[in-house]
C-alpha cells in the first residue's frame, strides 16, 4: 500500500496516500482496533455542519481569511454530500471526549480544503487541522454540539413523523373499530367487555403521551455548547462565536439551535440526551405493550384468541408448512428492548462526569442515535407492514365475549357481588352458561338477565 508522511505532536507517521485523513486519525485507527461500532454517519455530518458553520462564522468575524474559510465550507459541503464515506473509519469505543474523531474530521477538512485551493494533502497543505479548521474550537464543546445536532435531527426530522404516522394508522383503526364489543382481559384472564376501539383509542393515547414527553424535551437538545471550547470559558474563542455558531447552525438545518446558557453544564453533562431518551424510552414501553397486544390478539389461526387478523407477509417457518408468524411485532418488540439496554448506558455514562468533563460522549451519542433510527424505522415498518393491514375477526370475537363468565358483572348492582359471584362460579364448574346459572339458581328472571346484561351497555359507565 502506498502511504505518505503525516506528522503531529507525537512525531511522524505513516497514512494511507490515497486517504484524506491525517496522523491522529491513524494513531486511532491503530490503538483502538476495538470491535465493529463505528462513529454514526448522523453524528460524522453532523460534525461535518459544525466545522462548516465554525469556518463560515470565524470568517465573519475577520479571524479566518476567505479562502480559507470558504476552502472548507467546500470540503464541509462535499463530506455532506457523501462524497467521502470512507474518511471516518474510527471505532466509538476510542477517546471519552471523541477528540481522535473531531480531529479525524479536522484533518480530512484540512487536507480537501487544501486541495480545493491549489494546495497539497499531507505535510504541505495550505490548512491546519487545529490552527484553520478546529479554530476557537475544542473537542470538548464542539463533540457535544456536533452530539446535539445529530440527536435533535434525528428525533425532529425522522423519529417524530414515523410515530406521528403510526398513531394516525391506529386513531383510524380506533374509529373502524368503535362499534365491535369485545371482552376485555385484566391479568390475562378474561374481564367485563369493551369495544375494539376503545383498546386501540389506548393505544393511540399511549403514542400520544410518549409524543409529547419526547416534544417536551427538545428545548435541552436544542442548547449548543459550542463557544465553551476546554472546560466551559470560552479560552481562545471570540465572545461573539458561541451565539454566532449556534444561529448558523440553525439557519443550515432549519432547526431552532440555541447556545447553551451554561457552558460547564454543555460540557460536562449530559442531561438533555438523558432526558430525551428517557423519553424515547417510555415511547419503547408502549410500543411494546401496544405490539405484545397485537400479536396476542391475532394468535392463532385456529388454536389462539384470534380476534384480528394482521397481514401474513412472508413464510414463517422453515419446516412447518403454511405458518405465518407475527414477525413485525417481534422485531418491534426487539428492538423496543435495544431502546431499553441503551438507556441503562446512557444513564451510566451520563452519570459519569467528572469535574469539567463528561468523558462518555460517544458511546452515549452512538447508542442514542441506534435508539432513534430503531425506534423510527421500527414504527414505519410496523405500521407499513402490520398496523394498516389489521382487521377484526368478528365472528370470533362475538363468540368469545358471549362465552364469557364476567358479563356477570353487570348483574352485580342488582342482585349483589356475591349472589352474581354465586352465578359465574356454578356456570364455570358445571360448563353452563350464565344465564342457565343465573336462572337454576333463581336470583334473577329470564327478562331482567335480558335487560341487565347488555354488552354494549357494559362498554361505558352507568348502572
Ligand atoms: O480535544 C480537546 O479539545 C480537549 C481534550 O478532550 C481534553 O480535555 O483533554
Known amino acids: 500500500m502506498e502511504t505518505r508522511i503525516e506528522k503531529d505532536s507525537f512525531g511522524p507517521i505513516a497514512v494511507p496516500a490515497e486517504r484524506l485523513w491525517g496522523a491522529q486519525t491513524q494513531r486511532s485507527l491503530e490503538h483502538f482496533a476495538i470491535s465493529t461500532e463505528r462513529m454514526a454517519p448522523e453524528l460524522v455530518a453532523a460534525l461535518a455542519q459544525v466545522k462548516r458553520a465554525a469556518a463560515a462564522v470565524n470568517r465573519s468575524l475577520g479571524l479566518l481569511p476567505a479562502d480559507k474559510a ?65 479554530m476557537g474550537q475544542s473537542s470538548n464543546d464542539i463533540f457535544p454540539t456536533a452530539m446535539h445536532v445529530a440527536a435533535a435531527q434525528a428525533v425532529v426530522q425522522s423519529l417524530l413523523p414515523a410515530l406521528a404516522r403510526l398513531r394516525g394508522t391506529l386513531e383510524i383503526k380506533a374509529r373502524d373499530f368503535a362499534d365491535i364489543v369485545k371482552i376485555g382481559r385484566t391479568h390475562l384472564q378474561d374481564a367485563t367487555p369493551l ?18 414527553a419526547i416534544k417536551s424535551t427538545l428545548p435541552g437538545l436544542l442548547q449548543l455548547a459550542a463557544g465553551g471550547t476546554a472546560v466551559g470559558t470560552g479560552l481562545n474563542t471570540h465572545p ?53 397486544d397485537v400479536r396476542w390478539m391475532a394468535s392463532g389461526p385456529r388454536s ?62 452512538h447508542n442514542f442515535l441506534q435508539s432513534a433510527r430503531l425506534l423510527a424505522d421500527g414504527m414505519r415498518s410496523f405500521n407499513e407492514h402490520c398496523a394498516h393491514g389489521i382487521e377484526p375477526n368478528r365472528e370470533r370475537i362475538g363468540e368469545l365475549m358471549e362465552r364469557s363468565l364476567m358479563l356477570v358483572t353487570a348483574l352485580a348492582p342488582h342482585i349483589g357481588y356475591d349472589r352474581a359471584a354465586q352465578i359465574a362460579k356454578k356456570a364455570q364448574h358445571e360448563g353452563t352458561t350464565l344465564k342457565q346459572a343465573a336462572l337454576a339458581l333463581g336470583f334473577v328472571t329470564e327478562q331482567q338477565f335480558q335487560d341487565w346484561i347488555v354488552p354494549l351497555d357494559m362498554t361505558r359507565p352507568g348502572l
Open 70 to 134: 470558504d476552502a472548507i465550507v467546500k470540503a464541509a459541503d462535499e463530506v455532506l454530500d457523501g462524497r467521502h464515506p470512507d474518511e471516518f473509519p474510527l471505532v466509538v469505543w476510542q477517546t471519552g471526549s471523541g477528540t481522535q474523531s473531531n480531529m479525524n474530521m479536522n484533518e480530512v477538512l484540512a487536507n480537501r480544503a487544501s486541495e480545493l485551493v491549489g494546495g497539497a494533502r499531507g505535510e504541505g497543505r495550505l490548512l491546519h487541522p487545529n490552527d484553520h479548521v478546529n
Open 195 to 212: 369495544t375494539l376501539g376503545q383498546e386501540f383509542s389506548g393505544y393511540v393515547a399511549q403514542l400520544e403521551y410518549s409524543e409529547h
Open 240 to 292: 461573539d462565536f458561541a451565539g454566532r455558531i449556534a444561529a448558523e447552525i440553525g439557519s443550515r438545518t432549519s432547526i431552532s439551535f440555541k447556545t447553551a446558557p451554561n457552558k460547564f453544564a454543555a460540557l460536562a453533562g449530559h442531561d438533555a440526551l438523558v432526558g430525551t431518551h428517557g423519553a424515547l424510552k417510555t415511547l419503547a414501553t408502549a410500543l411494546m405493550k401496544i405490539a405484545n
Open 304 to 365: 389462539g384468541l384470534g380476534e384480528i387478523s394482521i397481514p401474513e407477509n412472508e413464510p414463517g417457518s422453515s419446516i412447518m408448512p403454511g405458518k405465518v408468524n407475527p414477525t413485525q411485532c417481534e422485531a418491534l418488540t426487539m428492538l423496543c428492548c435495544q431502546v431499553f439496554g441503551n438507556d441503562v448506558a446512557i444513564t451510566m455514562g451520563g452519570a459519569s462526569g467528572n469535574f469539567e468533563l463528561n468523558v462518555f460522549k460517544p458511546m452515549i451519542i
